[in-house]
Nanobody, 124 residues
């Protein structure tokens, strides 16, 4: 049973930083891409960033490029999302996702497993 558990969410002022973590368990290898998505109240879930299995390839949504950084530690089965220069519009529930594909993709349907989400609130 694959499980993804996010942590690190909270309340932060605009311009501040926050680091999210997603710990994965139950997968038989580390050769899988991982991603972060987010969903704000009243809006559809949207892609934020993804990283391939080796960490050598990443994708970012235009809205977070230059402000957010995704990374992973395969020895710890953990993916991180470092968020900086936060804006009020970054407020959302952030979800971690993983799948059987080794390569990063921005399409939610390509990910098989999802965490329960962690709330990020940016006050302006």
């Amino acid at each position: 049973q694959v499980q993804l558990v996010e942590s690190g969410g909270g309340l932060v002022q605009a311009g501040g930083s926050l680091r999210l973590s997603c710990a994965s368990s139950g997968q038989t290898s580390s050769r899988y891409a991982m991603a972060w998505f987010r969903q704000a109240p009243g809006k559809e879930r949207e892609f934020v960033t993804a990283i391939n299995w080796s960490g050598g390839g990443t994708l970012y949504a235009d809205s977070v490029k230059g402000r957010f950084t995704i990374s992973r530690d395969n020895a710890k089965n953990t993916v991180y999302l470092q968020m900086g220069s936060l804006k009020a519009e970054d407020t959302a529930v952030y979800y971690c996702a993983s799948g059987y594909s080794q390569f990063a993709t921005r399409y939610a349907t390509r990910y098989d497993y999802w965490g329960q989400g962690t709330q990020v609130t940016v006050s302006s």
